[in-house]
DNA sequence: TAGTTGACCGGAA
DNA sequence: ATTCCGGCCAACT
């Protein structure tokens, strides 16, 4: 299981209405360093399976989304209320 | 092939 | 409080 992919199976592992940050994901995947890494493989990989717009800064920010910014806070503010509403 | 860039983070000055 | 530097891995030139 090389980085990348562990770093792929962590992101499609987040729930619904969650978010975490880049520095979580790359520990999770094993390296805490490695969170520039993660942001260059999430820009890369497009897949419908990888919700990267759970993925976030540290910083409380949204960081960037390869569909566009603004596309990341919408849904990360639809996928809260949904969960605030289940069904 | 080698060097640079990039959706980032934490610590130091 | 802000600004700078090192670290990690993949993709691009």
Request: hydrophobic share 35%.
């Amino acid at each position: 299981m090389t980085f990348t992919k562990k770093v792929l199976e962590v992101v499609k592992t987040i729930p619904r209405g969650q978010t975490m940050s880049y520095c979580q994901v790359a520990a999770l995947a094993g390296n805490k360093k490695a969170a520039r890494v993660v942001g260059t493989i999430l820009s890369k990989n497009y897949d419908p399976a990888i919700p990267c717009h759970r993925v976030i800064r540290a910083t409380g920010q949204l960081g960037k989304y390869n569909r566009g910014a603004d596309k990341k806070a919408a849904l990360l503010k639809q996928e809260k209320q949904e969960n605030y509403r289940p069904q």
